[in-house]
């Protein structure tokens, strides 16, 4: 069975599903079509394999003649959007492919706050730089007056103990 028609039979099964928590795709397609039992349990075979495979059912119970389904999450979501299987698909992909732009974004707005973080601890750092270096152009008379009263004090004991030692 070819993939248009898979979905086609789908699009009929989910319309006409009554109970999401238990149904048969057998039953539904004898209700809706007029087809051999054959075709019909072909046609559910191959429902059944498409829906497990697009996580859309999970079988509940079975027995010799009926194989009971419930409706998965994402099956409960399909039913609910009624625009039938592919266009449910291509709403997921926008979907899937909007949350990985915006996982993009995001990423990128976090290295922009660790960028942003970097650049405010530099300017931080530069601030206390440029602190250091008013202080010492204020002061820098006091500070070489001081040094130069320094060098006094050393250099008349430095004479003093070069006259006591003698």
């Known amino acids: 069975m070819e993939h248009k028609e898979k979905v086609k039979y789908l699009d009929l099964v989910f319309k006409n599903i009554e109970n999401t928590d238990k149904f048969t795709i057998e039953n539904i397609l004898h209700e809706k079509l007029s087809l051999s039992d054959n ?5 559910g075979y191959n429902l059944r394999l498409f829906g497990k495979k697009h996580e859309l059912f999970t079988v509940l119970s079975s ?3 009926d194989i009971f389904l419930q409706l998965t999450p ?5 039913k609910a959007f009624e625009k039938g299987f592919e266009k449910f698909e291509e709403s997921l992909d926008e979907k899937n492919t909007l949350e990985v732009e915006n ?10 706050s660790k960028t942003i973080r970097n650049q405010e601890e530099r300017i931080r750092n530069l601030d206390e730089s440029l602190k250091i270096y008013d202080f010492v152009k204020k002061y820098w008379i006091v500070i070489l007056i001081i ?7 050393l250099e008349k004991s430095l004479v003093y103990l070069y006259n006591t030692m003698q």
């Open 147 to 153: 040094l130069l009263l320094i060098y006094k004090v």
């Open 39 to 43: 075709n019909i349990d072909d046609i």
């Open 74 to 78: 994402k099956g409960e979501k399909l």
């Open 103 to 112: 996982l993009k974004l995001q990423n990128e707005a976090i290295e922009y």
């Open 63 to 65: 027995n010799k003649c």
